[in-house]
């Protein structure tokens, strides 16, 4: 059977669609990590890189494993595969511009436009806050976006509630990057570029290192 992965799909609601929907119960932990896997070899790709030889090995291996095995040593490749792509980007990141140099507001601006519209095509969250906003009302209103999270999540969603609703204060913190034509602090792109694909609390712990880190520099940037 061919596999269709992340990247056969025009968005994230749609690939979920698919595994819910196509994949056996038992199967959907397993093939959902196997879609991260699929995300972060994508973005190798946009770096100009090879999706290393040694997880591509690994990963091998771990397609002949058997539940619940498989799922749990495909959860730790994708850490390592993360890790390493951290890493990687952190090797080949240039100095940082000076707020002189000519080059800043015009690559920080653009970059963070490319980042907007992929958290609005790939962030499930980031997204439900999009299709909120452009909606047709009045004035956005804290309890109707309450409201309707539970709408589209479930009561018993606490921790993707509050997930959403950290996407709210990163969207405001990014317009307001993109509007001042700020650079983004080192490696905050590519930790907000997967933030999603975390799980259980690692992933609330990084969102707010994230936010308090881009609002500490918004007020440095506001006061130099």
């Known amino acids: 059977m061919t596999r269709k992965t992340p990247s056969d799909f025009t968005t994230h609601d749609e690939w979920l669609s698919y595994v819910r929907r196509e994949i056996a119960v038992s199967d959907q932990p397993y093939v959902l990590a196997f879609g991260r896997i699929d995300l972060f070899r994508g ?3 946009m770096q100009v890189h090879e999706f290393p030889a040694a997880f591509a090995t690994e990963l091998e291996r771990i397609d002949e494993m058997h539940e619940p095995e498989r799922t ?3 959860e730790n490749l994708n850490k ?3 890790a390493n792509l951290t890493q990687l980007l952190a090797d080949q990141s240039p100095p940082s511009l000076s707020a002189s140099d000519p080059r800043a507001p015009s690559s920080s601006h653009e970059q963070i436009h490319q980042l907007r519209s992929h958290l609005a095509r790939k962030n499930p969250y980031f997204a439900l806050w999009t299709d909120y906003k452009n909606g047709e ?8 976006w309450h409201q309707y999270l539970l709408q589209q999540l479930g009561t018993e969603s606490g921790e993707e509630i509050a997930f959403a609703h950290a996407m709210v204060e990163l969207d405001k913190l990014l317009t307001l990057f993109h509007y001042r034509n700020w650079a983004l602090p080192a490696l905050s792109l590519e930790r907000i570029w997967f933030l999603h694909l975390l799980r259980g609390p690692e992933r609330m ?3 707010r290192a994230l936010l308090g880190m881009l609002t500490a520099e918004s007020a440095a940037c506001t006061s130099a």
Request: hydrophobic residues 55%.
């Open 43 to 45: 973005f190798y790709g």
């Open 72 to 74: 749990a040593a495909l």
């Open 80 to 82: 390592a595969i993360l």
């Open 137 to 144: 009302r009045e004035q956005l209103i804290a309890e109707d």
């Open 205 to 207: 712990l990084q969102t």
